[in-house]
């Protein structure tokens, strides 16, 4: 199979912690495991700029994968997001070390299609109509339990 990127990285994400897998040549590849936490999102960085990462992609369920995506983008470290059902398909992948290692080898073959991230302000604005929406049901219930 072809390979699209030469150095590449996937990352599982979950609540608390994040384990990366770098392929840093034709078999070599190196994991690492990191919080969630803004200092160690920055460390995980500068370890991809370090081994000159071509393309990071990231599985997540839920919002976890904000964060990350936020950093990455400022930093412009090229990084897709993908949706976790059209990974999971292969059985028997029961650590998160393993998770990370396939999300690696996929994207550097170019076999995951990357999910629709809208732009920045757009993401920003769908969080504070989504805050405001919030914001009136919870006055609503307020005045209603009155």
Same mark, same amino acid.
């Given at each position: 199979m072809e390979v699209l990127y030469k150095r590449c990285c996937g990352i @599982?994400?979950? %609540? +608390?912690?994040?384990? &990366? *897998?770098?392929?840093?040549? $034709? !078999?070599? %590849?190196? $994991?690492?495991?990191?919080?969630?936490?803004?200092? @160690?999102? /920055?460390?995980?960085? =500068?370890w991809l700029k370090e081994t000159n990462c071509e393309m990071a992609d990231m599985e997540s369920t839920g919002p976890y994968w904000k964060p990350v995506y936020n950093i990455f983008e400022e930093e412009q470290i090229p990084i897709m997001v993908v949706n976790a059902q059209h990974i999971k398909g292969v059985p028997g992948r029961k650590t998160d070390?393993?998770? &990370?290692?396939?999300? &690696? @080898? /996929? $994207?550097?073959?170019? /076999?995951?299609? &990357? =999910?629709?991230?809208? +732009?920045?302000?757009?993401?920003? /604005?769908?969080?504070?109509? !989504?805050? !405001?929406?919030?914001?009136?049901?919870?006055?609503?219930? *307020? +005045?209603?339990?009155?």
């Open positions: @599982d994400i979950h %609540k +608390n912690m994040m384990v &990366a *897998c770098v392929f840093t040549s $034709v !078999r070599k %590849k190196e $994991v690492r495991h990191f919080s969630t936490m803004t200092d @160690d999102i /920055l460390q995980l960085v =500068s070390v393993k998770d &990370a290692e396939w999300i &690696a @080898d /996929l $994207v550097r073959h170019g /076999l995951v299609k &990357a =999910s629709y991230i809208p +732009n920045r302000e757009q993401r920003e /604005l769908r969080e504070i109509t !989504r805050y !405001r929406q919030e914001m009136i049901e919870e006055r609503a219930r *307020c +005045n209603y339990s009155a």
